[in-house]
C-alpha cells in the first residue's frame, strides 16, 4: 500500500494544514479517495457546535472492514496482519495475515448473525488481549452491529451498567484471561452482571484459560462450537453489511467529571478516515514496519492504534496479551527484540514504572529495530522523555507525544514523527483538520503571554472527521458536556500551554477527571462508590502527583462512629473493605492509594466542599492554603492538614 497522504516535510504540513482549516470538505474529501466506497458522498461536510450535529460524508455508504480487509487481500493477503504475542513467553506466538484475518473475520461474523445479531444491535465485548478480540469487534464492524468494549479491569457492576445504558442483547467474552501472573475469571464477571438482566439473550465464550465456567443452557454458548457449526454450513465467506457514512460503529464508555461513565459514540467514515491518517502520518508508517502499540483494545487507544488505523493502512500490528513487568522488567524489549518491532507506542506510566528497574533489565535486548517511538495517556515529564529517547531509542528515534482523548476517536495534537519537531514533554503542533485555541474562564481567546507562554483551556473550534458524534441515548449529555461550557467550541477539559513557536502543552485536566496510569476515573464516581459502604457518611476524592502512575487517589472520608476504634475492627481494616467496595462497584483501577479519615470536611456555607483545600493537601501543600475564611467551620482544615498521610 502507498499512502499519497503522507506528510513528508515540515513546509508539506504547513501547506496541508493551512488547506485543511481553510477549507475542510475539500482537504478530507481528497483523502476520502484513497478508502474504498460503496457509494460515494453527497455532502462532505454539515456541522454545527449548537445542538452539536456533525456530518461527514452524508450520502456515502462503506463498511469500514472491507477497508481494513478485503481491499488488502489481492496484493497484501500474505502479509502479518496481527501477530500476537502471548501473556507467557513459552507458550507460542500467532501470525495472522489478511487473508486468515478476514476469513475469521467473516466466519465469525456469520456466528454472530445466526446467534440472531442483526445490524445496529449492541454487543458487549468483554475479553482478554487475544486475536479473537480484534476478530470480535471486526465482526461486529462487518454486519454493522455496534460494539461496546468494556476493559477486563472492570467489575460485574460496571458491566451491568454499561448493558443496561446500552440495552445491550449480546455478549461475547472469554472463559478467562491472563494477566501476568493473574488468571481473570471474566466470564464469572460477566455472570455476575447478569444476575437480574433481562435484555440479554446471548453470550458467546471464547476459550482461553479453560478456567471452569457455568454455562447457561439457551443463554450461553462456545466460541468454538459455533464456529464448527458455520465450517459444517460452509460459511466462511460474509458479504460487508452497507452502512451509511454515519451509522454508529462503536460506543466507549469513558468516565466524566459527573456520576456515571458515558458511551461515547463514533461513526464509520470519519472514524475511519480521522485514524488512518493520523496513524499514517504521526508513526509515518512505511509498509512492512512493525506497529506495537502497547494499549488494551478495551482503550480508544487500542480501538484506534490496535485495530481500525494500522489494519485500514495494511499495517502489521503487534498484539500483545501481558503486561510490561512479567515475568520480568525486560518484557516489551523482549518484544521487540524477538520481531523487531519498528514502532513503539505506550504510556508515560509505563516507562515511568519500568525506568524503576533500571538499565539491566534493557540490557541484553537489542532494539536497533526501533525507527519511532510514541506516548499516549497523559503529560510525560521531562526525565521519563529522556530516559526513552536515550536508553530505548538510542538518540535515534523520534518521540512522538500524543495528546487526544476517547472523545476524538484520533490524535489531534502531535508531532509527526521525524517531520515536524519535536519537543520534550510538548505535543506540540494540531494534526490538520484540527484547530485548537485557548480560552479564559469566559470563553475568550487567550491573547497574552504570561511568562512567555499562553494559557487557557484547551478548546478546538471546528470538527475534525472522528469527532465523537453523541452520548449513547442522551443526546443532550454530550451537548452539556463538550459544547456547552464555551458557545462554538469542542471544550476538551484539559489546560494547556502554548508557546511562541504555536507549540502545545498539555498540563492536565481542570475538571474533576482523574487520570491514573493513563486511565480516566472520575472523582465522583470513585465518591459514589465509596458513599455505598454502609460505614461511610460522606466523602471527597482528589488527585495527587503520584511518581509512576502520575496521578493517585486520595480520598477523605467521615465514617460513622469512631473509625479508629470500631466493633469491625482497626482503621486499616476498614480501609480494606472501602477498597473492597471500590472494586466491587467500579473495579480494581479505581482503588484510592490513600484514605484519610477525617471528622468533617472543608464545606462553604452553601455547603459546597471546597476540593482546591482538599487538593492541595493531598498534594502536601500545607503552607499555603489561599482563602479559607468562608468555610463554615475553618477548624477542620487543621484537623485535615495535621492527619495527612
Ligand atoms: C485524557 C484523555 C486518548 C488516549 C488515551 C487516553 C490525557 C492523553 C495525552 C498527552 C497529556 C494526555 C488528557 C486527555 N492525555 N494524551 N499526550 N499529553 N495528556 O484517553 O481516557 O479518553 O483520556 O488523557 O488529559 O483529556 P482518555
Not at 371 to 395: D, F, M, Q, R, S
Amino acid at each position: 500500500m502507498s499512502y499519497p497522504y503522507q506528510i513528508k516535510s515540515f513546509e508539506q504540513y504547513q501547506k496541508d494544514y493551512k488547506r485543511s482549516i481553510e477549507d475542510p470538505a475539500g482537504f478530507w474529501s481528497d483523502i476520502a479517495e484513497h478508502f474504498q466506497w460503496k457509494k460515494k458522498w453527497d455532502n462532505p461536510l454539515n456541522w454545527n457546535f449548537t445542538e452539536p450535529k456533525v456530518e461527514w460524508f452524508k450520502g456515502a455508504t462503506l463498511n469500514i472492514t472491507e477497508n481494513c480487509l478485503d481491499r488488502h487481500l489481492e496484493k497484501m493477503g500474505d502479509i502479518p496482519a496481527i501477530i500476537w504475542e502471548p501473556n507467557d513467553p513459552e507458550e507460542h506466538h500467532r501470525i495472522i495475515t489478511y487473508k486468515k484475518l478476514h476469513e475469521k473475520v467473516c466466519q465469525f461474523a456469520n456466528v454472530l448473525k445466526n446467534n440472531g445479531v442483526k445490524k445496529g444491535d449492541r454487543v458487549c465485548i468483554y475479553m482478554g488481549m487475544i486475536p479473537e478480540l480484534a476478530i470480535a469487534v471486526l465482526a461486529c464492524a462487518r454486519i454493522g452491529a455496534i460494539h461496546s468494549v468494556v476493559f477486563g479491569g472492570f467489575s460485574a457492576q460496571s458491566i451491568a451498567d454499561r448493558l443496561y445504558d446500552a440495552q445491550a442483547e449480546y455478549i461475547i467474552t472469554c472463559d478467562g484471561a491472563y494477566r501476568g501472573a493473574k488468571d481473570i475469571p471474566l466470564k464469572s464477571v460477566i455472570d455476575d452482571a447478569l444476575i437480574g438482566n433481562r435484555t440479554v439473550k446471548r453470550v458467546i465464550v471464547c476459550t482461553r484459560t479453560r478456567t471452569p465456567v457455568s454455562m447457561i443452557k439457551g443463554r450461553d454458548v462456545w466460541w468454538e462450537d459455533e464456529i464448527k457449526k458455520i465450517e459444517t454450513l460452509g460459511l466462511n465467506d460474509c458479504a460487508a453489511e452497507d452502512m451509511e457514512a454515519e451509522d454508529p460503529l462503536f460506543i466507549l464508555y469513558t468516565s466524566g467529571s459527573t456520576g456515571k461513565p458515558k458511551g461515547v459514540v463514533h461513526s464509520c467514515a470519519g472514524y475511519m478516515l480521522y485514524t488512518n491518517y493520523t496513524f499514517v502520518n504521526v508513526f509515518q508508517y512505511q509498509p512492512g514496519d512493525i506497529h506495537f502499540c502497547t494499549a488494551d483494545i478495551g482503550w480508544i487507544t487500542g480501538h484506534s492504534y490496535i485495530v481500525y488505523g494500522p489494519l485500514s493502512a495494511g499495517a502489521t500490528t503487534l498484539m500483545f496479551e501481558g503486561v510490561p513487568t512479567w515475568p520480568d522488567a525486560g518484557r516489551f524489549w523482549d518484544i521487540i527484540d524477538k520481531y523487531r518491532v519498528n514502532i513503539l507506542y505506550t504510556a508515560p506510566t509505563a516507562i515511568r514504572s519500568l525506568m524503576g528497574f533500571g538499565l539491566g533489565p534493557v540490557h541484553g535486548h537489542d532494539l536497533s529495530s526501533l525507527k519511532i517511538l510514541g506516548t499516549v495517556g497523559e503529560p510525560i515529564n521531562e526525565e521519563a522523555w529522556h530516559w526513552y529517547h536515550e536508553h530505548i531509542g538510542k538518540g535515534k528515534c523520534p518521540i512522538v507525544d500524543t495528546w487526544w482523548q476517547t472523545e476524538t476517536g484520533g490524535i489531534l495534537i502531535s508531532n509527526l514523527a521525524g517531520v515536524t519537531p519535536a519537543k520534550a514533554s510538548w505535543a506540540t503542533l494540531p494534526l490538520p483538520g484540527v484547530e485548537p485555541v485557548l480560552v479564559d474562564e469566559k470563553g475568550d481567546e487567550i491573547t497574552t503571554m504570561e511568562d512567555g507562554v499562553y494559557k487557557g483551556n484547551l478548546c478546538i473550534k471546528q470538527p475534525w472527521p472522528s469527532i465523537l458524534r453523541t452520548t449513547y441515548g442522551d443526546h443532550e449529555r454530550c451537548r452539556t458536556n463538550y459544547f456547552a461550557t464555551y458557545p462554538n467550541l469542542y471544550f476538551t477539559g484539559d489546560g494547556a500551554l502554548k508557546d511562541e513557536q504555536g507549540f502545545y502543552r498539555i498540563t492536565g485536566r481542570v475538571d474533576d477527571v482523574l487520570n491514573v496510569s493513563g486511565h480516566r476515573i472520575g472523582t465522583a464516581e470513585v465518591e459514589n462508590a465509596i458513599n455505598m459502604h454502609s460505614g461511610v457518611v460522606e466523602s471527597a476524592v482528589v488527585g495527587y502527583p503520584h511518581e509512576i502512575k502520575g496521578q493517585g487517589i486520595y480520598a477523605f472520608v467521615i465514617y460513622t462512629g469512631s473509625h479508629q476504634q470500631n466493633t469491625h475492627g482497626t482503621a486499616d481494616l476498614i480501609r480494606k473493605d472501602l477498597l473492597q467496595t471500590v472494586t466491587r462497584i467500579i473495579g480494581p483501577i479505581a482503588k484510592p492509594d490513600k484514605i484519610q479519615f477525617v471528622s468533617g470536611l472543608p464545606k462553604t456555607r452553601s455547603g459546597k466542599i471546597m476540593r482546591r483545600i482538599l487538593r492541595k493537601i493531598a498534594e502536601g501543600e500545607v503552607e499555603n492554603l489561599g482563602d479559607t475564611t468562608t468555610l463554615l467551620d475553618p477548624a477542620i482544615v487543621d484537623e485535615i492538614k495535621n492527619g495527612r498521610l
